[in-house]
């Protein structure tokens, strides 16, 4: 059985990023498998960087002390399901301010003598990606990068030590219907 991380970031609780959340949450309990939620907005997080925080980096450390306790909480988990949006074919300011904040060297990461990162995740066997998006998932895969597969699973989360690595997106949100937006509901039970 996993121990879930929840990682949450959506400003709007009657999204549907707040309804996949709750779907996630909801399927978990059914389960029997408990879970920690990260949501960034309700927690406050601030993802700017000061240079105060920023001359520590390379120490490990940090002043946010909700940094240290979303770090416990990776190094915790067993696998991180991740719910955010795409925002201009890209993950939201306050997603990559936690990877930047959180995800701090000689804490998640090392480097080898040969400067190869090695992370220090290797407890994470699984990070699930669940996005929406307005434009097309194939237009996001295509035509604009693959950014979270490519970049933000590819590289920064097999970086840091994370085994498997999977991306869902509900595309063309803007487009859909109540229907679509319950299948892909369903469809979630089979993911988790």
């Known amino acids: 059985m996993f121990k879930n991380l929840i990682f949450y970031a959506h400003p ?3 999204s ?3 309804a996949i959340l709750e779907q996630v949450q909801d399927l978990l309990e059914k389960k029997g498998q408990t879970y920690e939620l990260i949501d960034l907005y309700e927690d406050g997080f601030n993802p700017v960087y000061t240079k105060e925080e920023l001359a520590l980096f390379n120490k490990g450390q940090a002043l946010d002390p909700l940094v240290l306790k ?3 909480a990776l190094a915790s988990c067993d696998r991180l399901i991740m719910i955010f949006p795409i925002w201009w074919a890209d993950m939201p300011a306050i997603v990559k301010g ?3 904040k959180v995800f701090l060297k000689n804490k998640i990461y090392e480097e080898s003598k040969t400067r190869q ?3 220090r995740l290797t407890n994470i066997k699984e990070v699930l990606a ?3 998006s307005a434009a097309p998932t194939f237009y996001l895969k295509y035509f604009c990068g693959d950014v979270v597969k490519k970049a933000m699973l590819g590289h920064t989360f ?3 030590g ?3 690595r999977r991306w869902l997106n509900f595309g063309n949100i803007s487009q859909s219907t109540a229907e679509k937006r319950q299948a892909f509901l369903e469809k979630l039970a089979e993911k988790i």
């Open 158 to 160: 097999k970086s840091i």
């Open 98 to 100: 936690f990877e930047d």
């Open 117 to 119: 990162l090695v992370g």
């Open 70 to 72: 979303y770090q416990e």
């Open 130 to 132: 669940i996005t929406t």
């Open 16 to 18: 549907f990023n707040h």
């Open 162 to 164: 994370a085994r498997q």
């Open 12 to 14: 709007y609780d009657k």
